[in-house]
């Protein structure tokens, strides 16, 4: 099974935290991809295209990271999302359709398909 953990970042500083932690707990550099300076609009991250909404945050340095970690089974699926979330990440899955202030976990281990 190959999956991958994407999750986002509200700075790029927390992403190179997040790739460093990824690999201090075992995971290989190349299983681990970071796509730095997305842009954040009020507090939450887009897929980087610009729009008249959210070029005035680009421009103010609101910008964040997307992390991705391409995971073989269900213990590196764990593993990562629990360091990813641990960190402060932001799930991309239920990015969309939470509000900004929802705190519930990233990944449900019993939804496993």
């Known amino acids: 099974m190959s999956q991958s953990v994407i999750a986002i970042f509200e700075t790029n500083e927390e992403a190179q935290k997040a790739k460093h932690a990824l690999i201090s707990k075992g995971f290989d550099i190349s299983q681990i991809d970071v796509n730095y300076n997305v842009d954040v609009e ?16 680009a421009n103010e340095g609101n ?39 929802d705190s519930e976990p990233l990944f449900d281990p019993e939804n496993i398909s």
């Open 42 to 57: 009020e507090g939450r991250s887009t897929d980087g295209q610009q729009t008249t909404t959210n070029e005035h945050f």
């Open 63 to 101: 910008q964040g990271s997307i992390v991705t970690v391409h995971v073989v089974d269900n213990r590196e699926l764990l593993d990562a999302t629990a360091i990813l979330e641990d960190l402060g990440a932001i799930d991309v899955n239920e990015f969309s359709a939470k509000p900004a202030g």
